[in-house]
Structure formats: C-alpha cells, structure tokens
C-alpha cells in the first residue's frame, strides 16, 4: 500500500523568508510525486510533480521541490514566501504499475506573515 | 479548455436522507476519481473510474454509497441513508488514461455537504 506523511499540520514563515514543507512517502516501484495547493472553498491546485529526471523540479508561482529518493521525502520550498502563498498544501504519490491511483497526505497550512 | 464541473456547490441534508452529487470531467479523460475530504484531513480516495469500469472501490462504504459512471463520461455519486460522519467535501477529479499514473490530476471545486 502506498502512503504519504506529511508532519508538520502548521508552517508559519516571515514574508520574504525562505518556506519548506516537508513530505515523506512510500510506495512500491517507482514513485510519482505531487504537491497540491488548496485555497479556501476552492478545489485543488496543481503546483509541480516528479516523474524522473533531474532531482529538482520547478513548478507554479516560485515553488519548487526536491525529490530524495534516499529519504523518501519530497519537501516542498519556495525561496521567499508571499502573504498570498498562505494556504493548505497536500502532497501526493502515485506509482509505476499503481494504475492512476493518487494517495494523499493529510496537508499541511502554510502562514506567511508580514 | 474546460474544468472539471462538479454539482451541487453545497447541500444541506438530514441524517437518513438520501444525496446524489454529479461529476463532469475534462473531456477525454478515461480517469474520473471521487474523493472525500473531512474538515481538517486530506483528500480520501473513495472510488476510481476508467472509463465506464471500476477499478479501485476498496475504501467506498458501499452499504450506503453508491456510485456510477455510464457511458465513461459523467458521473454520480449517491449517498443513502446519510449519517453525520458523511458531511465532508466530495471531490471529483480526472486524468487522461494510458499516462502510468504520472499525470495530474485536475480537480472540480468540490460539494459541501453538511449532515444534520
């Protein structure tokens, strides 16, 4: 069964600080990697995912997130956090031979204030 | 190109009653998953759609739920007889088939539903 932890329920950061949030996985075969963003009464957002390749991969408005397959975590990053970044964000994993099936964290708030 | 549409916005049931949510998603998507987000948790796969077949219902509490998918296009989501512990957000997303599970997911915006 594949599953993902995400430890932190609440990040508080400075504006214009860096920001992490950090996701731990496990999977059988090769893992996909998501992070989701959530807004207020809104559906889920894609921000980036990690299929293969190079270990970094980039994604909407800043974030980025590093893939560590060592550790089986997947943290997300932003260089300098914005006010409007404040929102939920979910990491997900799916896998090779796991036929589409998307298994979510339980989330974690991010608060970025002045 | 259009999102997935999802309706109601929000319903408001008694417990016992009966709710059917309804999902349409990007076209051309084999994949359509429904998922249930309880306030402060994330997002629970309930069923997973490709096509017109199931192929994943494991977590689905199919002794009040039900769901359907006809011609591989829509789809329902009915809940009956509703319980409080149901009142949850119920998402609905889909994805193209044949990618290997690396492809996103796109999201409707999701049915409030509230049990009382």
């Known amino acids: 069964a594949q599953s993902v932890a995400q430890p932190e329920d609440q990040v508080n950061v400075a504006e214009g600080n860096p920001l992490t949030v950090k996701c731990t996985y496990s999977?059988?075969?090769?893992?996909?990697l998501f992070w989701y963003v959530q807004y207020p009464n809104r559906g889920l957002q894609f921000l980036l995912k990690?299929?293969?390749?190079?270990?970094l991969v980039k994604g909407s408005y800043g974030f980025e997130a590093e893939f560590n397959k060592s550790q089986t975590s997947f943290h997300l990053k932003k260089p300098s956090a914005l006010v409007s970044d404040s929102a939920l964000y979910f990491c997900?994993?799916?896998?090779?031979?796991?036929?589409?099936?998307?298994?979510f964290g339980t989330g974690t708030q991010l608060k970025v204030e002045l | 190109e259009a999102g997935v549409a999802q309706s109601p916005r929000y319903k408001i049931i008694e417990k016992r009653q009966s709710v059917a949510f309804w999902c349409n998603p990007i076209?051309?998507?084999?994949?359509l998953y429904w998922y249930q987000q309880i306030l402060g948790q994330g997002p629970k796969l309930l069923i997973q759609?490709?096509?017109?077949?199931?192929v994943d219902d494991s977590q689905l509490p199919k002794d009040r739920f039900s769901a359907e998918r006809l011609k591989g296009v829509d789809s329902t989501l009915k809940i009956q007889p509703a319980k409080l512990e149901d009142s949850a957000v119920y998402l609905c997303a889909s994805t193209p088939w044949g990618q290997g599970g690396y492809t996103e997911a796109f999201f409707g915006q999701g049915t409030r539903l509230t049990v009382v």
């Open positions: 076209s051309g998507h084999a994949t």
């Open positions: 990690y299929i293969t390749g190079d270990n």
């Open positions: 997900a994993v799916s896998s090779s031979g796991g036929g589409n099936k998307l298994t």
């Open positions: 999977v059988s075969g090769n893992p996909y």
């Open positions: 759609f490709q096509n017109n077949g199931v």
